[in-house]
């Protein structure tokens, strides 16, 4: 819990990638820690805006906690895609919102692994309920009507708005519910990438797993809204790239990593374009 985001980091506002940004160019030009005074200083930023955005970059994985310095991540995604706009780096800010184990808000993975299937359709109301049931269960913690509303309103709005994520349609607003969407799915190189950040967390230390646990429902595949068919036609893609080895010849189906971390996978994100 140390290195996650907290419940109501978000100061009422959805993520928004513009101003997310505008705070990575002031971390690559910053010789130092970059702190609030520093990024409301440099940014148009509001006094709760300039609180909530840096946290948001920590959440999607582009700055580390407290510091708010560049993660590995976060360098080669300023690099290469300084404006957040391409599809890959999206979905890698998404996957780490809702990792199991941070660095997202844990009210975030709730809502994507047990939530966001295709298909599913999701009303505000029911929302409500069970984050509310499940941050008393996971913290301990009574929240008040405003901020489960609240919650609900900036996750939705997360995945709906255009300059936020809403370029990945998961979500698609019709009148008082959202309609999970089947998605363009994720590259071969942001499966490898998140994928090497999954098994850091899951299973450290282990070489190769059962291929069916990254079908564990709420695991791995469900995080990216990937089918069966999908998953196995990119983890073929990574092996023919030596990334992992599959041994599929004789139940249980094995995957075998190759790689050593998650940045193994950083020259994939923009392959093609």
């Given at each position: 819990?140390?290195?996650?985001?907290?419940?109501?980091?978000?100061?009422?506002?959805?993520?928004?990638?513009?101003?997310?940004?505008?705070?990575?160019?002031?971390?690559?030009?910053?010789?130092?820690?970059?702190?609030?005074?520093?990024?409301?200083?440099?940014?148009?930023?509001?006094?709760?805006?300039?609180?909530?955005?840096?946290?948001?970059?920590?959440?999607?994985?582009?700055?580390?906690?407290?510091?708010?310095?560049?993660?590995?991540?976060?360098?080669?995604?300023?690099?290469?895609?300084?404006?957040?706009?391409?599809?890959?780096?999206?979905?890698?800010?998404?996957?780490?919102?809702?990792?199991?184990?941070?660095?997202?808000?844990?009210?975030?993975?709730?809502?994507?692994?047990?939530?966001?299937?295709?298909?599913?359709?999701?009303?505000?109301?029911?929302?409500?309920?069970?984050?509310?049931?499940?941050?008393?269960?996971?913290?301990?913690?009574?929240?008040?009507?405003?901020?489960?509303?609240?919650?609900?309103?900036?996750?939705?709005g997360t995945y709906v708005k255009t300059d936020g994520l809403g370029q990945l349609g998961i979500l698609q607003e019709?009148?008082?519910?959202?309609v999970v969407q089947e998605p363009n799915s994720p590259s071969a190189?942001?499966?490898?990438?998140?994928?090497?950040?999954?098994?850091?967390?899951?299973?450290?230390?282990?070489?190769?797993?059962?291929?069916?646990?990254?079908?564990?429902?709420?695991?791995?595949?469900?995080?990216?809204?990937?089918?069966?068919?999908?998953?196995?036609?990119?983890?073929?893609?990574?092996?023919?790239?030596?990334?992992?080895?599959?041994?599929?010849?004789?139940?249980?189906?094995?995957?075998?990593?190759?790689?050593?971390?998650?940045?193994?996978?950083?020259?994939?994100?923009?392959?093609?374009?």
């Open positions: 819990m140390k290195h996650r985001i907290g419940t109501v980091f978000h100061e009422s506002f959805s993520l928004s990638r513009p101003a997310l940004s505008a705070i990575l160019r002031i971390a690559v030009e910053s010789r130092k820690e970059v702190g609030f005074e520093t990024i409301r200083e440099e940014t148009h930023l509001g006094n709760n805006y300039v609180k909530a955005m840096p946290r948001y970059a920590v959440g999607a994985g582009l700055l580390e906690n407290k510091t708010y310095r560049l993660t590995p991540l976060g360098h080669y995604v300023y690099d290469n895609d300084p404006g957040l706009s391409h599809p890959s780096t999206q979905w890698l800010m998404h996957y780490h919102l809702s990792a199991p184990l941070g660095p997202g808000a844990v009210f975030w993975h709730y809502l994507v692994s047990c939530h966001l299937r295709p298909g599913a359709r999701l009303y505000p109301t029911s929302l409500r309920q069970d984050v509310r049931a499940f941050v008393r269960e996971a913290e301990g913690k009574e929240l008040a009507d405003r901020s489960v509303r609240t919650l609900i309103t900036v996750f939705t019709q009148g008082n519910e959202f190189g942001v499966i490898g990438y998140a994928l090497a950040h999954y098994w850091e967390q899951t299973w450290p230390g282990l070489g190769q797993v059962n291929l069916n646990d990254l079908y564990e429902p709420g695991g791995f595949a469900s995080l990216l809204l990937l089918n069966a068919f999908t998953l196995g036609s990119r983890l073929r893609e990574l092996q023919s790239k030596r990334f992992l080895e599959l041994h599929q010849i004789a139940p249980p189906h094995q995957l075998v990593r190759l790689w050593n971390s998650p940045v193994d996978f950083l020259p994939l994100l923009y392959e093609g374009g």
